[in-house]
């Protein structure tokens, strides 16, 4: 597609429910990562996923937290038994390559926005 | 903890005046991205700076990079109403292991009044 494209674009849930949120990035793009930006604040990294290599997982908060990509597309983040500290809006970008490697820039999609009740 | 800090974290000035941001980080890296972000939507790229430059230009925008300070500032030159957003500085920590993680600092909020 043109952009990446996220959904849901909102998602309310109780507290202790399982949700998924679904990231198509660039047609092309072997890098695909994964922010959560809560209201007012910078955007915190959760993980990223280029080409075949193992992801980086580093900045899951904790294990109700995982995320996949299938065929080096479709990326779905997964959080499991939400809690009220899960509220914020959850950003996936793509890159052509990884951003540290030579001018490769971040094309972000609109975001998630997730409430826990 | 975050990489980069921005400052100040508001910002607000007249139509026409330049608005200079600043942003520090803690450990070397490979390059230094500026973002903007719209109320309520994605972040959108403006300006790549490589750690062996020292200054970029793009229209009325303008990066510094000091390595030896581990900072950046960004310039918007004659500031319009729609330079209105927040503006973040993102890096990517050397060494190959962390090649891909891109951090972003907190951001400064930049108002534009008319």
């Known amino acids: 597609g043109a952009g990446v494209s996220q959904s849901p674009s909102n998602k309310v849930t109780e507290k202790g429910k399982d949700?998924?949120?679904?990231?198509?990035?660039?047609?092309?793009?072997?890098?695909?990562?994964?922010?959560?930006?809560?209201?007012?604040q910078g955007l915190e990294f959760l993980i990223y996923f280029q080409g075949n290599s193992a992801p980086d997982k580093s900045g899951l908060p904790s294990d109700r937290f995982s995320a996949e990509r299938t065929g080096g597309s479709v990326s779905t983040l997964t959080?499991?038994?939400?809690?009220?500290?899960?509220?914020?809006?959850y950003l996936c970008a793509s890159s052509l390559g990884l951003a540290g490697a030579g001018a490769n820039v971040l094309t972000f999609g609109a975001g998630s926005r997730l409430t826990v009740l | 903890s975050q990489q980069g800090e921005e400052d100040p974290q508001a910002l607000s000035i007249q139509e026409g005046e330049n608005a200079t941001m600043n942003c520090s980080y803690k450990t070397?890296?490979?390059?230094?991205?500026?973002?903007?972000?719209?109320?309520?939507?994605?972040?959108?790229?403006?300006i790549l700076i490589r750690s062996n430059e020292r200054e970029k230009h793009s229209g009325r925008l303008?990066?510094?990079?000091?390595?030896?300070?581990?900072?950046?500032?960004?310039?918007?030159?004659?500031?319009?109403?729609?330079?209105?957003?927040?503006?973040?500085?993102?890096?990517?920590?050397?060494?190959?292991?962390?090649?891909?993680?891109?951090i972003f600092g907190q951001g400064t909020t930049l108002q534009v009044k008319p």
Do not use: M
Not at chain 2, 64 to 86: E, F, G, P, Q, V
């Open chain 2, 62 to 102: 303008r990066v510094t990079l000091d390595t030896s300070k581990k900072s950046s500032s960004l310039l918007i030159t004659a500031s319009r109403a729609a330079d209105t957003a927040s503006y973040f500085c993102a890096t990517t920590p050397r060494g190959s292991s962390n090649t891909g993680k891109l």
């Open chain 1, 19 to 40: 949700v998924e949120l679904r990231c198509d990035p660039i047609s092309g793009h072997t890098a695909l990562y994964w922010y959560r930006q809560s209201l007012g």
């Open chain 1, 79 to 89: 959080i499991q038994r939400t809690q009220q500290e899960d509220s914020a809006v």
């Open chain 2, 28 to 46: 070397s890296i490979n390059n230094l991205q500026w973002y903007r972000q719209n109320s309520g939507r994605g972040l959108v790229h403006l």
